[in-house]
């Protein structure tokens, strides 16, 4: 019974760290996207912007998991 509360609290606390970093990942693929789009017509959804936007997500959770040591 011990061990089901201790990997319940394990669990619980893997979620709010992960959450804790949600905020940094959408700033810095908001970033990340605007770098790479600044120059390109956003007005209406394109495959293009959706694959930038996609990959600039990507970018910044490999960065926060370098950041981190993950």
Known sequence: ???MK???A???QDR???DRFASTV???AAIIAAVRLARDD???PSP???AAMADSVSLARKILQR???G
């Open 16 to 18: 709010r760290g992960q």
């Open 67 to 69: 950041v981190i040591g």
């Open 26 to 28: 959408v700033i810095a």
């Open 48 to 50: 293009r912007i959706q």
């Open 6 to 8: 201790r990997a319940m």
């Open 10 to 12: 394990r669990e619980e």
């Open 42 to 44: 956003i007005s209406s």
């Open 1 to 3: 019974m011990g061990e």
